[in-house]
C-alpha cells in the first residue's frame, strides 16, 4: 500500500495520486510558496518532463509559440498559440534547463492576456501553468508579479517566477482544478500587479488526485469516491498522523530555533542599536564640537588677525614713542645732569650762602634796628625841625615888592620904597616928608627877586605838612602888587602853590619806603562872605559852612576834594578853579579879584615803620584886594564887596592879634575866611603871609597901610620872648640836626643795599632751586610713563602668546576631530548593519 502510494497510482475516478515529497528545505519552500496557489495546486521548479503515464494531455498549447506534432516521445501533440486574447509574444535562444521540451519555454505571452477553451467535455479538468523568466535576461528588466485567474476565480496570487526559480528556469504550478460545465469552456486570464504576466504554456489534463487529497475515500478536492480498503486507510491515516506529528515537532524545533535566533538577533539588534545610537551621539557631539571648533576658530583667528593687526600698529606707535621718549629722557638726562652739578655747585656754595645768609640775616636784624633807630630820629628830627620852625616862628611875614610898572614910570611916579638893607629884612618907604620909615620882615624881596628864590624860603613850611602840621600860606596887599602873580604865577613862570604841591610830590617820593601819602586838593572862593567850591561842576552849589568834624579839626562838609597823584593831575585842577574864580571889574585893575581865593591840600600820612596816621592841611589863600574904599570909588554891588572884602581882612588882623596875645578868645567867627583857616592859624599850625606892595608912590598910603598891617602880624608873633630865641643854639640844633640826617641817610642807603644784595640772591636761588624741582618732576614722569609704555607692551605680548596658544591647541583639536571621524568610517567599514 505505502508502495502504490509513493508511486503514480490511479483511482476509480481516474485521478492520479503522486506520491508524497520527502520533508525538507524544498518541502517548506513549497509550504511557503503554495501560499501562493489555490488548495490542491503546486508549485514545480522544473519544466515539463515526460512522464510515462496512462493519461495524456486533453490539450497543451505552447504560448507564444509554435505547435509541435505528436511524435513518440511524448504521445500527445503541442498545440501552436492560438487560444489567446491580448499580449505580445517574445522569445529567447537561450537554453531552458530542466524540461523535456524546452522550445515550450523559449517562447512566451507577455502582457495582459487570457485564454479560452472551447468544445471541453464538462467535468473536472487540472491545469497546469508553464512559466519561464526569459524576458529578465532578455526582454525588458523588472519585476513581473501577478495574478491568474480561472473562471474568473484567483487561483494564483501575486506569483513572481524570477524569485521563485531564477532566470532562464522554467516553472510549473499544476493540478489548478478546474470544472468545465455545459458550455466546455475554460477560461484563464493573466492580470499583473506589477509589471506584466509571462506564460510559457498551458496544459489542461483530466482530474486524477494525489494520494494526501484522498480522505475518506474521497478526492479532499472534489468529493469523488475513490475505493480504498479499511486497513489501507487505518495505515494511511497512522502513516499521516505520523508524518504530521513528526513535522509538528519538527517545526516546533525550528520555531523554538527560530524563536532563539529572533531573540539573539533582536537583542544584537537592540544592542547594535544602542551602539549606534551612543556612536551617533557621540557623533553629533563630535560635529557639534567640530562646529563650536571652527566656530572658535574663525573667531580666534578673526581676533588673532585684530591682535596681529592692532600689536604691528600699536607696535610702530610704541616704537616712535619709546624712539621720542629715550631722546627726551636722554635730553632730560642731560638736564638733569647738568642741574646735578649745578645743584652740587649750588649746595657746596651752601656754607658761603648760609654766611651770606647769617650776614643778611645781621644785616635785616641791623636793618630794622637801624629802622627804628631812623624811626627815632626822625621823630626827633620832626621835633627839632619843628623847634626850629617854632624858633623862626609858627608866625612869619615876607614882604614882596613889585616892579614899577612901565606906565608908572611913564608916567614920572617915583619909588617910594629902599631896599637897601632889604637882605636883613628892612625895607624903607620915604614918604612925602622925605622920612624914611624902616620896617622889618623875616624876608623881604626885591622887584628883581624871582619866584625861585620866594619859594626856597617857603619851602621848609612844605615839609612841615608833610610832617603832619598845618600850615597856612596867604598873601596880602592892595590889589595890583602881585598876590597872584606870587600865590600862582604865570604858566611860565609858577608860584608858591604849584611849586609847594610839586615839593609835596617830591619830598612824598623820596620818604616813600616810610610814609605813604594820599594828597587831595580842594579849590575854594570866599566872595561876600559865601564860601563857593571852584571845582563844582553845578553851578547852583549849596552853601558851604565849615563845621568842627572832630576836636580841633574843622571840615566843610560836601567840599571836593580831588584826590592828586601827580603835579600833571594837580595842574589841571588849579586851572579848573581859576577858570571858576570869580572876577569883575573896576577902575583899577580890570583884573582885580574881589574874592579870597583859597587852595586846600589835604594830606594824609601814614608811617609804616610805628604806622602812625596824620591829616594835615595846607591853606594857600590868595586874598583880594585891600585897597581903602575912598580910592576905589566903587558904589552898589562892588561897594559890598568892597567892604566885605575890608571886613574879612580886618577879622585875619583880629584872629592873629588875639593869638599873639594870647587871649582865651580867638575871633576866628567874625569872617568866613578866619573861620575856614581856624585850625590853621594857632596852635601848632604855621602861617606865613607874603605881604605885597607897590613900589610907586602914588600908592605909598597903601603901602604903608599894608606894611602897617604886616608889621602888626609879624611884631605880634615875634614879640620879645621869641626873639629871645638863643640863635646860637638853633644853629647848633640845626647842625646836629643836619648831622642826624646825613647821618640817617647813609645808613638808609646801606641797608637798601644791603637789602637788594640779599634779595637777588634769594631769588636766585629760589630761581635755581625751582628749575631743579620742576627738571626732577618731569624726568619722574617721563620715566613713569615709558615704565608704563614697556608694561603694556609686555602685556599685549602675553596677550599674543596666548593667542598663538589657543591657535595651536585648536589645531591639535582638529587633528583629533579629523582622527575620531576617521576612527568612525573604520567603525562604519567593519559595522556596516549599524549603518543600515
Ligand atoms: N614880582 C613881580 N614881577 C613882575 N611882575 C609882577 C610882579 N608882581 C606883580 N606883577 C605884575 O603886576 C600885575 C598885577 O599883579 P597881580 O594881578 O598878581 O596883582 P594882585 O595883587 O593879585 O591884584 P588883585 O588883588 O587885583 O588880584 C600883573 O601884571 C603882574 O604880572
Known amino acids: 500500500m505505502a508502495e502504490t502510494l509513493n508511486s503514480t497510482s490511479s483511482t476509480a475516478l481516474g485521478h492520479e495520486i503522486e506520491p508524497p515529497k520527502q520533508a525538507g528545505k524544498d518541502d517548506d519552500d513549497d509550504e511557503t510558496l503554495s501560499s501562493l496557489c489555490i488548495p490542491g495546486s503546486r508549485l514545480v521548479r522544473t519544466g515539463f518532463v515526460h512522464s510515462a503515464g496512462p493519461d495524456k494531455p486533453v490539450l497543451f498549447v505552447n504560448a507564444g509559440g509554435e505547435g509541435l506534432m505528436e511524435n513518440g516521445n511524448f504521445g500527445f501533440r503541442v498545440e501552436p498559440d492560438k487560444f489567446f486574447q491580448g499580449g505580445k509574444v517574445i522569445r529567447t535562444d537561450e537554453t531552458i534547463e530542466g524540461s523535456d521540451i524546452p522550445s515550450i519555454y523559449q517562447s512566451a505571452r507577455f502582457g495582459n492576456f487570457s485564454y479560452r477553451f472551447e468544445n471541453l467535455s464538462p467535468g473536472d479538468y487540472f491545469v497546469d501553468l508553464h512559466f519561464s523568466e526569459i524576458i529578465y535576461t532578455n526582454g525588458p528588466k523588472g519585476m513581473r508579479v501577478f495574478d491568474v485567474f480561472m473562471q474568473e476565480e484567483k487561483v494564483l496570487s501575486e506569483i513572481d517566477v524570477y524569485s521563485v526559480v531564477g532566470a532562464n528556469k522554467a516553472l510549473q504550478v499544476v493540478d489548478i482544478k478546474v470544472s468545465v460545465g455545459e458550455d466546455g469552456t475554460i477560461v484563464i486570464r493573466f492580470e499583473g500587479v506589477n509589471g506584466s504576466p509571462i506564460v510559457g504554456g498551458i496544459c489542461i489534463k483530466r482530474a486524477r488526485l494525489p494520494a494526501s487529497k484522498v480522505k475518506d475515500g474521497r478526492c479532499n478536492n472534489c468529493a469523488a469516491e475513490i475505493e480504498i480498503s479499511s486497513c489501507q486507510e487505518k495505515y494511511m491515516r497512522m502513516q499521516f498522523i505520523a508524518k504530521y506529528e513528526k513535522r509538528i515537532e519538527e517545526l516546533k524545533m525550528r520555531f523554538q530555533l527560530k524563536t532563539d535566533e529572533c531573540h539573539e538577533a533582536w537583542m544584537s539588534l537592540t544592542t547594535a542599536n544602542k551602539q549606534l545610537q551612543d556612536v551617533t551621539m557621540e557623533l553629533d557631539n563630535k560635529l557639534y564640537t567640530i562646529h563650536c571648533l571652527d566656530l572658535a576658530r574663525e573667531e580666534t583667528a578673526a581676533k588673532l588677525r585684530d591682535i596681529s593687526g592692532q600689536y604691528e600698529h600699536d607696535k610702530k606707535l610704541w616704537t616712535a614713542v619709546v624712539d621720542k621718549l629715550e631722546r627726551e629722557v636722554k635730553l632730560m638726562k642731560q638736564e638733569f645732569y647738568q642741574l646735578y652739578c649745578e645743584g652740587h655747585k649750588c649746595a657746596d656754595a651752601i656754607p658761603e650762602l648760609s654766611n651770606m645768609v647769617s650776614a643778611v640775616q ?58 637897601d638893607a632889604a637882605k636883613d629884612g628892612e625895607l624903607g618907604i620915604i614918604s612925602t616928608g622925605s622920612t624914611k620909615k624902616i620896617f622889618k620882615f623875616d624876608r623881604v624881596y626885591t622887584p628883581e627877586d624871582d619866584q625861585v628864590s620866594v619859594f626856597a624860603d617857603a619851602s621848609p613850611m612844605i615839609v612841615s605838612v608833610l610832617d603832619g602840621y598845618n600850615v597856612c600860606i596867604f598873601a596880602y596887599g592892595q590889589t595890583g602888587t602881585g598876590k597872584t602873580f606870587t600865590m600862582e604865577g604865570p604858566e611860565n613862570n609858577r608860584g608858591v602853590n604849584y611849586r609847594t604841591l610839586e615839593q609835596l610830590f617830591l619830598t612824598a617820593e623820596e620818604r616813600k619806603d616810610t610814609f605813604t601819602y594820599n594828597i587831595s586838593v580842594s579849590v575854594l572862593e570866599v566872595y561876600n562872605e559865601q564860601i563857593r567850591d571852584l571845582l563844582a561842576t553845578s553851578s547852583t552849589s549849596k552853601r558851604l559852612e565849615m563845621r568842627l568834624a572832630t576836636e580841633g579839626v574843622h571840615h566843610i562838609p560836601g567840599v571836593i576834594e580831588a584826590k592828586v597823584e601827580n603835579i600833571k593831575e594837580v595842574w589841571n585842577v588849579l586851572q579848573a578853579g581859576s577858570n571858576a574864580r570869580a572876577t569883575g571889574s573896576n577902575n583899577i585893575n580890570e583884573h582885580s579879584s574881589r574874592s579870597h581865593c583859597i587852595l586846600c591840600i589835604m594830606v594824609r600820612a601814614k608811617n609804616l615803620i610805628t604806622g602812625d596816621c596824620t591829616i594835615s592841611k595846607l591853606w594857600l589863600v590868595d586874598l583880594a584886594g585891600s585897597e581903602r574904599l575912598a580910592k576905589t570909588e566903587v558904589q552898589g554891588e562892588r561897594l559890598k564887596e568892597a567892604q566885605n572884602i575890608n571886613r574879612s ?62 608889621a602888626r602880624v609879624r611884631g605880634v608873633e615875634l614879640g620879645p620872648a621869641r626873639k629871645q630865641v638863643d640863635t646860637g643854639e638853633v644853629q647848633k640844633l640845626r647842625n646836629q640836626n643836619d648831622k642826624l640826617k646825613q647821618d640817617l641817610r647813609s645808613k638808609d642807603d646801606a641797608l637798601r643795599k644791603l637789602e637788594d644784595n640779599f634779595q637777588n640772591l634769594e631769588g636766585k636761588a629760589k630761581g635755581d632751586y625751582q628749575l631743579c624741582r620742576s627738571q626732577q618732576e618731569k624726568i619722574n614722569e617721563l620715566e613713569k610713563q615709558i615704565a608704563l609704555k614697556i608694561e603694556l607692551s609686555r602685556r599685549l605680548e602675553n596677550q ?27 567603525r562604519e567599514h567593519a559595522y556596516p548593519m549599524i549603518q543600515n
Request: aromatic residues 4%.
Open 649 to 710: 581882612l580886618s577879622a585875619l588882623g583880629d584872629v592873629i592879634s588875639a593869638l599873639a596875645a594870647k587871649k582865651s578868645h580867638i575871633p576866628y567867627r567874625n569872617s568866613k575866611l578866619t573861620h575856614l583857616l581856624q585850625d590853621s592859624l594857632g596852635g601848632d599850625a604855621k602861617t606865613l603871609m607874603f605881604v605885597q606892595i607897590s613900589p610907586s608912590e602914588q600908592d605909598l598910603s597903601e603901602t604903608l597901610s599894608s606894611l602897617n598891617f604886616a
Open 362 to 419: 645781621a644785616m635785616v636784624a641791623q636793618s630794622d634796628d637801624l629802622k627804628l633807630k631812623l624811626s627815632e630820629e626822625q621823630a626827633k628830627g620832626k621835633i627839632l625841625y619843628n623847634q626850629i620852625q617854632e624858633a623862626k616862628g609858627n608866625i612869619r611875614v615876607f614882604c614882596r615888592c613889585r616892579p614899577l610898572r612901565k606906565e608908572e614910570s611913564l608916567a614920572g611916579h617915583a619909588t617910594a620904597v629902599h631896599f
Open 800 to 826: 599674543l602668546l596666548e593667542a598663538t596658544g589657543k591657535v595651536e591647541a585648536y589645531l591639535d583639536l582638529q587633528k583629533k576631530v579629523k582622527d575620531l571621524e576617521n576612527k568612525q568610517k573604520e
